[in-house]
């Protein structure tokens, strides 16, 4: 059965860096479009960024255009989230998710995803 694990979250300072990894196993993210999503504290889940099966397209939340960056390697089978110019504001956990189906288009909406991993920290602060 399809597993996703994130990984890469940490204390970063504001103005840092990170990059956030997911991996499947069990299956494959190939073919389908694989989302980051995040969950502040007190919040409601987010969409953050996705990207379509071959890479090529990719959508961004506003709140994160210019800093995020989505990319995959489909032979790693594992999907990246480069996040620069952290903002205190960007604490939240981290969850990827594969879309449902196949070859549809990235998006940001929760509802189209059915595989989701546990999470990983980001914390952002001096």
């Known amino acids: 059965q399809l597993q996703v694990v994130e990984s890469g979250g940490g204390l970063v300072q504001p103005g840092g860096s990170l990059r956030l990894s997911c991996a499947a196993s069990?299956?494959?993210?190939?073919?389908?479009?694989v989302g980051w999503f995040r969950q502040a504290p007190g919040k409601e889940r987010e969409g953050v960024s996705s990207?379509?099966?071959?890479?090529?397209?990719?959508t961004y939340a506003n709140s994160v255009k210019g800093r995020f960056t989505i990319s995959r390697d489909n032979v790693k089978n594992t999907v990246y989230l480069q996040m620069n110019s952290l903002k205190p504001e960007d604490t939240a956990v981290y969850y990827c998710?594969?879309?449902?189906?196949?070859?549809?288009?990235?998006?940001?909406?929760?509802?189209?995803?059915?595989?989701w991993g546990q999470g990983t920290l980001v914390t952002v602060s001096s």
């Open positions: 069990g299956g494959t993210l190939n073919y389908y479009a």
């Open positions: 998710a594969r879309h449902r189906t196949a070859w549809f288009l990235p998006s940001l909406s929760m509802k189209d995803y059915n595989v």
């Open positions: 990207v379509g099966s071959s890479g090529d397209r990719t």
